[in-house]
């Protein structure tokens, strides 16, 4: 893959675009330290560092950049003092993930038209430059409409005549349907223009506009389905909301697009290591011909783009740094991972009366599960660059007491019964209450932490990649398109690879398709992965399950709904283990495992119906009085 340099005057040339003319002679003088847009417009070279620049800039919610915002909804705990409010604010913001950049529709605007008017480029180049701009442009509405709704739709260059009359600049927002429209017929435009590749990964190509196009389609097609659920979420001109006469549309657009993908054979899943739960990790890490994935953000560490993912969260016992672990999944989404038969199941720290099990081996309670749960969670005493996770909470004692510390691997002298002497009471990792880097869920993250050695440091950092789009999606967007058209053994069909890969070896039916196994689906296999909010939006299940209501460890003792979509997920939970002790008993040196509440966590989180389409502040407003305001709002 080619690296991606990125040229300081890129900026420049986008920003400026022509030099304004002026009466004296020095200022016509061409600048020595730049290039005039005609120089950038010959040189291939130029050009791709202006486009780089225009890719460097796409935006996401929810990546490795920015750790924290993973932790926003039920999927993790943010062990972290400054993050620890993630838990405490009751309501969503309504602009908690607005977005509204025109400044870098702008420059994708003039970028396209410079490309146009070239002469000096060769056809092949020129038009790849074009349809790299169109694909990011598309990106750029698709990342606006999924949480504006719809927007102003500008797509040339707009240039202020100094009137005093700037009404002429104001463009009113579009429909919402309109906005996906234009992303759908972009994608489909440029698809045959750009590189049919698999081996292209950081740069836009046939694949990664079928990608978008199928994901972009289906989120149409769900606002138009389920969208009746939420009415009142609507604007009379359809700036928000889309009919659902629309819906079967935009589901057979999605699944088209899937189908082209999947027909042309170049991607295919990830299946380099036997270990299946090792295998999946290594999905996310491994950049040598990895054949699953289709568009990711790239990270090198010679032209020094790196991140600090592994350092913010690697486990505290064996960091590189003395930082990490502040990336704890919950048990909310721990427990969702099925069992290999097929069946959801509480994890069984209690059994029916109520008494606690005991387990030989502390991993031995989350045996016999999707082996996605290990790839994407580092469970108490599993490995993490050749070193043991050392996730304890403590010691039980017969009548139920506890004896722990409030310090990383803590030690004490002449604590336990009859057994004099010193002795470690927790975990090097914790999980110890409100001490931040320790596992306070009683997990660490997996997906996405680096295993090279120094990708924990300061000064190295990790050059993993943030995927966007993979093959995997791609699957399950062909499986909630087809059920949706009311093809159940398709869908079915499309989820086997990837539950086979996962080790479930027992194929669902055409009677196992539902939408909760669709969600449960995406929820296990895309988990940390920036699809939870804009899933759970689109349909309109974000008020239901994030609906205000607290919750409590027989939420998850007795769990019998962990398979509903829309069961309550407002509060996040964590299952610590001890080291069971009573000298003689035949469970002494088991371990026990206690459902908790991490005590930050003090308000359930609440998503109101404005929360469906983010604020659109008003300072966007006083400067362009045709735009009308979201809904609830």
């Not at 919402?176 to 698809?191: H, R, T």
């Not at 295993?451 to 966007?468: D, Y």
């Not at 359930?604 to 609830?632: C, E, W």
């Amino acid at each position: 893959m080619k690296n991606i340099r990125y040229a300081w005057f890129a900026i420049v040339l986008l920003t400026f675009g022509q030099s304004c003319k002026k009466d004296s002679e020095y200022l016509n003088k061409q600048p020595t330290n730049t290039l005039s847009v005609e120089a950038t417009w010959k040189d291939p070279n130029l050009v791709l560092s202006v486009i780089g620049d225009l890719y460097d800039r796409y935006p996401d919610f929810q990546t490795i950049e920015a750790w924290w915002e993973f932790t926003d909804f039920d999927e993790a705990f943010a062990s972290n003092g400054g993050d620890y409010g993630r838990h405490q604010n009751a309501e969503f913001d309504y602009g908690s993930w607005n977005w509204w950049d025109y400044a870098y529709i702008r420059d994708l605007n003039v970028f396209l038209k410079r490309g146009q008017e070239a002469t000096a480029l060769s056809e092949a180049d020129k038009n790849r430059f074009i349809a790299e701009a169109r694909f990011i442009r598309a990106g750029v509405y698709f990342e606006l409409v999924k949480r504006m709704g719809g927007v102003p739709l500008i797509t040339e260059p707009m240039e202020y005549n100094y009137s005093g009359d700037p009404t002429y600049l104001q463009h009113a927002r579009a429909k919402e349907s309109e906005v996906y429209d234009f992303v759908i017929s972009e994608l489909e435009a440029v698809k045959n223009k750009l590189p049919n590749s698999a081996s292209t990964q950081s740069r836009a190509t046939k694949g990664a506009a079928l990608a978008m196009e199928s994901r972009a389609a289906l989120y149409a097609a769900s606002i138009a389905k389920y969208g009746v659920s939420t009415g009142q979420v609507s604007l009379p001109g359809g700036e928000v909301g889309i009919p659902a006469s629309m819906a079967t549309a935009y589901y057979q657009k999605s699944l088209q697009a899937a189908k082209e993908i999947i027909s042309d054979g170049q991607y295919s899943l990830y299946k380099k290591n036997p270990n299946l739960s090792d295998n999946f990790s290594s999905l996310f890490t491994d950049k040598g011909n990895n054949p699953e994935v289709i568009f990711a953000k790239d990270f090198k560490l010679k032209t020094n783009k790196v991140h600090g993912y592994t350092i913010n969260n690697q486990p505290r016992s064996s960091a590189e740094e003395q930082q990490g672990g502040r990336l704890n999944p919950s048990l909310n989404l721990v427990q969702s991972f099925e069992k290999l038969d097929n069946t959801y199941a509480s994890l069984a720290s209690v059994d029916a009366s109520g008494n606690p099990v005991y387990y030989t081996g502390i991993t031995d309670i989350f045996a016999g599960r999707d082996a996605r749960l290990a790839g994407t969670v580092i469970l108490p005493g599993t490995q993490f660059k050749n070193k043991t996770v050392d996730i304890w909470a403590g010691y039980m004692l017969a009548n139920g007491t506890i004896i722990t510390g409030d310090n990383f691997g803590q030690t004490k002298k002449d604590v336990l019964p009859g057994k004099p002497g010193t002795v470690q009471v927790v975990g090097a990792d914790g999980p110890i209450d409100g001490l931040e880097f320790s596992a306070q869920s009683g997990f660490y993250v997996r997906k996405y932490l680096d295993p090279a050695t120094g990708s924990g440091q300061i000064g190295t950092r990790s050059e993993v990649w943030w995927i966007r789009y993979r093959y995997a999606e791609v699957l399950l967007n062909a499986a909630e398109a087809s059920f949706a058209l009311g093809d159940a053994q398709g869908a079915a069909d499309y989820l086997k690879p990837v539950r086979d890969r996962a080790g479930l070896t027992t194929a669902l039916t055409a009677g196992d398709m539902s939408l909760d196994r669709l969600v449960h689906e995406r929820r296990v296999e895309l988990a940390f992965e920036g699809h939870e909010l804009w899933d759970m939006k689109r349909w309109r299940l974000a008020d239901k399950a994030w609906n205000g209501n607290a919750m409590s460890a027989a939420d998850f003792t007795n769990a019998t709904n962990i398979g509903v979509a829309a069961r309550t997920n407002t509060q996040v939970f964590g299952l610590w283990a001890y080291k069971y002790y009573n000298p003689g008993d035949a469970n002494d040196g088991k371990y026990v495992f206690k459902v908790v509440k991490p005590s930050k966590v003090t308000a359930a989180h609440r998503f109101r119906l404005g929360n469906y389409y983010s604020l659109i502040n008003q300072d966007i407003i006083n400067r362009n009085p045709k735009i009308v305001k979201n809904p609830n709002q």
